[in-house]
């Protein structure tokens, strides 16, 4: 008398250690570790594989969470450190004095485009040959530079280089 159908599929998918070994691409003893964490079998030394095919994807899946959980943490852990490197940074960059305060920043900025702008309304609207216009305009120049120098002494502490003065700009 023949035997049902599904008891055919089933012994058909149930093999013994070294096949299923083989056709996992394992070796014995790797097989055996995964038989002791947890493997599925049917019997002593005997494995239905369609069983063990979807447990060996379960816990694949479960690692690649685990794996992406640990990635997360580290990506995490180093934002973490950066921060704190920065910080730390900073409040040594403070205690040597190399941070200025945001107001006395704001005021050397202001300080600095109004020469600027002294200095392009102090250029009289038209130019002309007149060495005494020539003149005024290079007194102004001057004037203006001088007013930009002290703003930039007052935010940075240094006066900035600058080239000769004597050669005076003319038009």
């Known amino acids: 008398m023949p035997r049902p159908k599904s008891d055919l599929t089933a012994e058909r998918w149930t093999v013994n250690t070294a096949e299923c070994a083989h056709v996992l691409g394992l070796a014995p003893t790797s097989l055996a570790k995964l038989v002791a964490s947890g493997m599925p ?31 997360e943490a580290i990506t995490a852990r180093m934002e973490l450190t950066e921060a704190q490197t920065l910080k730390t940074q900073l409040e040594a960059a403070e205690k040597m004095g190399l941070l200025v305060e945001r ?7 202001i300080g600095l485009v109004q020469a600027c702008v002294d ?20 007194e102004a120049a001057r004037a203006a530079r001088t007013d930009l120098d002290l703003a930039i002494v007052d935010a940075s502490g240094e006066l900035p280089a600058r080239p000769d003065d004597s050669a005076a700009p003319t038009t």
């Open 41 to 71: 079998k049917v019997a002593n030394g005997r494995f239905y594989l369609p069983i063990v095919v979807e447990w060996m994807l379960d816990r694949a899946k479960r690692r690649a969470e685990a794996t992406e959980e640990r990635a």
């Open 103 to 109: 107001e006395i920043a704001e005021q050397a900025i």
């Open 119 to 138: 200095c392009v309304e102090s250029i009289p609207s038209r130019v002309d040959t007149d060495p005494f216009t020539r003149e005024r305009i290079t």
